[in-house]
């Protein structure tokens, strides 16, 4: 098989597995113990938080560790606004992991704003401006969108916020540990991040909190990470999530470079392989492992099919909407057709692939979207070649 799917998730790197390995077996202590197993605990469990808060720019006291990118931001939207009971901005291409949790705020009576974008997924700023009231509690916008991969301008509208006191979340999920990013520099006061993203652990993530910045917890009981979320720590797994981010950073430039030349040349090759086929995101403002395409006639489902068929793994879009059906969201809000939206196609490069994998990749896409315009009903329409 080739994967192409690592927006969704990635293999766990060796080096980290070895690194968690001790932590299921001999050094199994809960780190609320005081005895010398959970000191041990302990001690791992705050060493992976600094190689955490070292990938961001951020000090170790300010990584709150969640089961994942989904509890992160829930903690984040929840607990902001149990403190600031105000009203909430997000954009209309947010991952569903803030569109639910925005549901569930406004059936409590919080206003929640949905941003429009353009047609390359990126933020309209001038309405965030003209959005922003003194009844307004928190914006909450994507670092970089899941399905099309356009980076968003994370540090203007974090000034934005700044200038009107509001707070400011981003879900950088799909963004950290693939380029460069300093939450100082950048200013947000709320960053939420996932281990599986960047060859660590499923289960495990992070919400970065600025210091002074005060949210509510949403699990209580016993009072681990500071009160913020309660329940015995998942060692192992942080400890992996520790070791994965140290990796990114060491290898940030070197993996950039070899996952934007792979992505470059799957986008290219495709082009000049497959007719009527679109490019969708931002042209330049995008992740350096995304390559989102519209071809049109096909259904993506039926082209994921033919793909798995094929030993390619693909995806439409987010991973954790794929059971649903339900058609992209982001798209739709990009302006797209139902006829675009429904030929849609994410594949999504990773450490693992290499050339002759694109290579393969491009042929096989090329055979199999020749087979299923060869029965679309749009077939006549376009005057498909291939």
Do not use: W
Request: proline share 3%.
């Amino acid at each position: 098989m080739i994967y192409l799917d690592n927006a969704a998730s990635t293999p766990v790197a060796d080096q980290v597995l070895q690194e968690m390995l001790p932590y299921m077996k001999e050094n199994f202590g809960n780190p609320s113990s005081i005895h010398r197993f959970g000191r041990l605990a302990t001690k791992a469990v705050e060493a992976a938080r600094k190689k955490i808060a070292d990938l961001i720019g951020a000090q170790p006291d300010e990584i709150l560790f969640t089961s994942g990118g989904t509890e992160s931001n829930n903690t984040a939207l929840f607990g902001a606004l149990e403190k600031n009971p105000a009203s909430l901005i997000t954009s209309s291409i947010e991952h569903d992991a803030i569109l639910e949790p925005c549901k569930k705020l406004e059936s409590q009576g919080h206003k929640v704003i949905y941003l429009p974008v353009d047609s390359s997924g990126t933020v309209d700023i001038e309405k965030l401006k003209s959005a922003i009231t003194d009844e307004t509690g928190l914006v909450s916008i994507m670092y970089a969108n899941n399905e099309v991969g356009t980076i968003q301008p994370i540090s203007e509208i974090a000034q934005i916020c700044k200038q009107h006191q509001v707070l400011f979340h981003t879900d950088a999920v799909q963004a950290v540990g693939k380029i460069p990013i300093n939450v100082r520099d950048l200013g947000v006061d709320l960053m939420s991040i996932s281990s599986h993203k960047i060859h660590g652990p499923k289960g495990v993530g992070a919400l970065y909190i600025r210091n002074g910045v005060q949210i509510a917890p949403l699990v209580l009981g016993g009072g681990q990470e500071n009160g913020l979320r309660s329940g015995t720590e998942n060692v192992a797994n942080i400890v992996g999530f520790g070791k994965a981010c140290q990796l990114a950073k060491e290898n940030l430039d070197a993996n950039f470079a070899y996952l934007k030349n792979l992505r470059d040349a799957l986008i290219q090759n495709v082009s000049d392989e497959i007719s009527h086929v679109s490019i969708n995101g931002h042209g330049k403002n995008r992740l350096p492992n995304n390559a989102h395409f519209t071809f049109l006639g096909v259904n993506g489902e039926d082209l994921i099919i033919k793909l798995d068929e094929n030993g390619i793994a693909a995806s439409t879009g987010s991973a954790c909407s794929v059971k649903t059906q339900k058609a992209s969201h982001v798209l739709a809000a990009m302006g797209f057709a139902h006829e675009q939206i429904a030929g849609s196609l994410r594949l999504t490069v990773g450490l693992t692939n290499t050339t002759e994998e694109i290579d393969k990749t491009v042929t096989v896409l090329k055979k199999v979207v020749s087979e299923l315009r060869s029965v679309s009903p749009f077939k006549s329409k376009y005057g498909f070649a291939n």
